[in-house]
């Protein structure tokens, strides 16, 4: 059974640090995209950070997180993290973990991905 189960969230101030998580389980992330999306009630999910996938060397930041935001991928621990700093109240979100197989151009759209997590709230107080 294919799943994402993604951790790390939570309440922090202006200017701190979170890692997120998103750890498969009944596949191998290695050979996946995986894409960080955050929402907010009332907006649409926007994707924040991605990686291709075996074949796809690619990376993709939103411009509001370059310089602040970095995914990276465990392959040991078939997880791939979101390292979050500086972080600004407008950050506050549900985050969500997605993943495909399938050969991603737009790695920033949600609908390219196939397999998502529960999400983890992250709230930043200023």
């Known amino acids: 059974q294919v799943q994402l189960v993604e951790s790390g969230g939570g309440m922090v101030q202006s200017g701190e640090s979170l890692r997120l998580s998103c750890e498969a389980s009944?596949?191998?992330?290695?050979?996946?995209?995986i894409g960080w999306f955050r929402q907010v009630p009332g907006k649409e999910r926007e994707g924040v950070a991605a990686m291709g996938g075996a074949d796809d060397g690619r990376t993709y930041y939103a411009e509001s997180v370059k310089g602040r935001f970095t995914i990276a991928r465990d392959n040991a621990k078939n997880t791939v993290y979101l390292q979050m700093n500086s972080l600004k109240a407008e950050d506050t979100a549900t985050y969500s973990c997605?993943?495909?197989?399938?050969?991603?151009?737009?790695?920033?759209?949600?609908?390219?991905?196939?397999?998502w997590g529960q999400g983890t709230q992250v709230t930043v107080s200023s």
């Open positions: 997605g993943a495909t197989k399938r050969s991603v151009y737009r790695l920033w759209v949600f609908n390219e991905y196939e397999y």
């Open positions: 009944g596949f191998t992330l290695d050979q996946y995209a």
